[in-house]
């Protein structure tokens, strides 16, 4: 929401300075400038970019318009990763078992559909459930295969936002382009009438706008908006390596869920009452 938001407000600001200041809305419709900008920053894109990370680069995109995490999610997270190790706590880690091996089977994780269609923190979880399942692993040395998972991860969601900061950077220089073959159309009508050369120099100058305002308008803002993306991902993860890591140290469920929370920042952070409340109406299902 508060990207289309945003993208009003860019254009509303620009466009209305522009009216008010005498100029005409018409004189910026060149679609042959934006042609030229987008055709040569997407074939810049293709030709530095891996098509895994241009896929990512949709997900993305698609995961930003979908909003981000909520208090309501993180408590849901955390009620749920309760519920696990209740299960542990009643029936051993074999009881378990089931739960890993099949998350998209299970009773506990059905409950929580947020976090069952976030593919890598479902393959993050039911993984470091398995290596403290199978009891071989120590819990320092946990502690260390989770941050490789983490930064793996981290640095390869990473990849789409640098792409399309690299695309944004661009622009400019494409906008530039532009207005350079504007000239150069307008120096080959030089002997025409000078209503012709000053709407051809004029479009010329429309192609260095739009490649400027491309740049610091939208792509690199939404550069921007894919890392607060990566970030939000990345607490939603560490939220749970503080919870499995208090886990395979023998902590009660209750207390691990509450090293979780701690982790989190203050706009969606759970109250400790109001986990509490949770956790026990979990417990009576």
Do not use: W
């Not at 890598?120 to 459930?129: E, G, N, R």
């Not at 990345?234 to 939220?239: A, D, H, V």
């Amino acid at each position: 929401m508060f990207i289309f938001i945003g993208i009003a407000v860019v254009l509303g600001g620009v466009l209305s300075g522009f009216v008010f200041e005498g100029g005409k809305i018409l004189a910026l419709n060149q679609p042959m400038e934006l042609l030229i900008i987008g055709g040569a920053a997407l074939g810049a894109l293709l030709i530095g970019t891996p098509l895994s990370v241009i896929k990512g680069i949709l997900s993305q995109l698609k995961g930003v318009l979908s909003g981000s995490y909520t208090k309501k999610d993180y408590l849901q997270l955390l009620v749920m990763m309760f519920e696990v190790f209740n299960v542990a706590r009643k029936d051993g880690l074999i009881g378990l078992e089931n739960h890993v091996e099949h998350p998209n089977e299970s009773d506990i994780f059905k409950r929580y559909p947020k976090f069952l269609k976030n593919h890598h923190a479902v393959a993050f979880f039911v993984d470091t459930m398995r290596v403290i399942i199978s009891g071989a692993v120590q819990p320092h040395d946990l502690e260390d295969l989770m941050d490789n998972d983490i930064t793996a991860m981290h640095e390869e969601e990473m990849m789409p936002s640098q792409a399309l900061g690299t695309t944004a950077d661009s622009l400019p220089g494409l906008g530039i382009v532009a207005a350079v073959l504007g000239v150069v159309i307008t120096m080959a009508a030089i002997d025409g009438p000078p209503e012709e050369i000053g709407h051809k120099i004029a479009a010329a100058l429309v192609g260095t706008f739009l490649g400027v305002l491309g740049c610091y308008g939208f792509v690199g803002p939404l550069s921007q908006s894919l890392k607060h993306r990566v970030t939000q991902n990345s607490q939603y993860i560490n939220c749970m390596k503080h919870a499995l890591l208090s886990f395979n140290k023998g902590v009660a469920g209750v207390i691990a869920v509450e090293f979780a929370r701690r982790t989190l920042y203050a706009d969606v952070r759970p109250g400790f009452t109001e986990l509490e409340e949770a956790c026990n109406k979990a417990k009576r299902r």
